[in-house]
């Protein structure tokens, strides 16, 4: 399989030449204007709300490298978000841990739950892909609604607590809990980053792009699904985790359907394939909820399904991804 990966390069795949200096710069400048945004926007929102921009925006970033990179579309990601804000909140609780070692016990958990169910669901493709997530999705929905016991049934998970090696930030000040969760979000999205700029990312691609080719060149194309289906449920759990923390509570809201359809949401109208889309995407939705919500509107879908609607129609490929393409023919001679 090593061998495998190390001729990954040889494939060629449109748009992945090694960018010139130029490019180079580009990136580092938006890179930079990234970060600065990251640490400026808890004094531009309320704190709990760019921590919830964050967590979506890694969530939306997961579910790519699913549906961007590799072709897959999941209506199950819900599992590995609410599994792991479950279990994170569970540890946090019975184990007094710090909050950071709660989340990485959420994601390992998503991880090992999306094993099983990434070998059976890859066996499909298609609209049977994404029917055979959401019944997974919806099975464990079932299950932590009946195992009342450890999971407070409709009631949920009260009172998870914000340790920092026994300081609560929560209570402390809110501006100190979002600058302690951010490196974990930067990492989850530094992460996504190397898996689609490797060998590896670049064989989803192909597999994408041309999954006949790529298992007709050698590549095990079911293995590269399996894999990257969990490296996707691992960051949607980290996600998931650090979203119950910073709220202070897992209910089952967070493993019904629709938490799946918003991150397909997010991540379609920031635009799939590019990573920045999942920031833009979460950026948008948490932002419009948050104004509708403080305003009283009561009709909140239907704003945010009429955005939905003009943001598909004016930006084929996404918010992000139509202004790449369009900076890209204006440098292009």
Do not use: C
Request: proline share 4%.
């Amino acid at each position: 399989m090593t061998e495998a990966i190390s001729e990954a390069p040889k494939i060629e795949i449109a748009g992945t030449r090694r960018p010139g200096a130029g490019r180079n710069r580009f990136r580092w400048v938006l890179l930079a204007i990234g970060l600065v945004a990251a640490l400026a926007l808890p004094w531009f929102v309320y704190p709990p709300v760019a921590l919830d921009i964050a967590a979506w925006a890694l969530f939306a970033i997961a579910l790519d490298i699913l549906l961007g990179y590799t072709g897959l579309l999941s209506f199950g990601h819900a599992a590995f978000w609410g599994g792991s804000a479950y279990v994170t909140g569970l540890v946090a609780l019975h184990l007094g841990v710090p909050f950071p070692v709660a989340i990485l016990a959420g994601a390992v958990f998503a991880m090992l739950i999306a094993l099983p169910i990434g070998l059976l669901s890859v066996r499909r493709s298609g609209i049977y892909f994404a029917m055979v997530t959401l019944a997974f999705g919806q099975m464990l929905y079932f299950v932590a609604n009946q195992w009342r016991d450890v999971t407070g049934g409709e009631n949920g998970l009260q009172a998870i607590p914000t340790d920092f090696f026994g300081v609560d930030l929560v209570e402390t000040e809110s501006f100190y809990f979002y600058y302690a969760a951010l490196p974990i979000v930067l990492a989850g999205m530094w992460l996504a980053w190397r898996i689609v700029h490797s060998p590896f990312g670049r064989v989803l691609v192909a597999i994408r792009d041309n999954p006949a080719r790529a298992r007709a060149l050698g590549y095990n194309v079911q293995r590269y699904k399996v894999m990257a289906f969990v490296q996707s449920a691992g960051l949607a759990g980290v996600a998931g985790g650090l979203f119950s923390v910073s709220h202070g509570f897992a209910s089952l809201g967070e493993l019904y359907w629709t938490t799946s359809g918003k991150v397909v949401l997010i991540a379609v109208l920031g635009g799939i394939g590019t990573l920045w889309g999942g920031v833009i995407g979460a950026a948008l939705v948490v932002l419009l909820e948050d104004q509708l919500a403080t305003s009283g509107f009561e009709g909140v879908g239907i704003i945010t399904g009429a955005v939905f609607i003009v943001v598909v129609l004016a930006f084929r490929r996404g918010i992000w991804g139509t202004a790449r393409d369009a900076v890209r023919r204006r440098r292009s001679p």
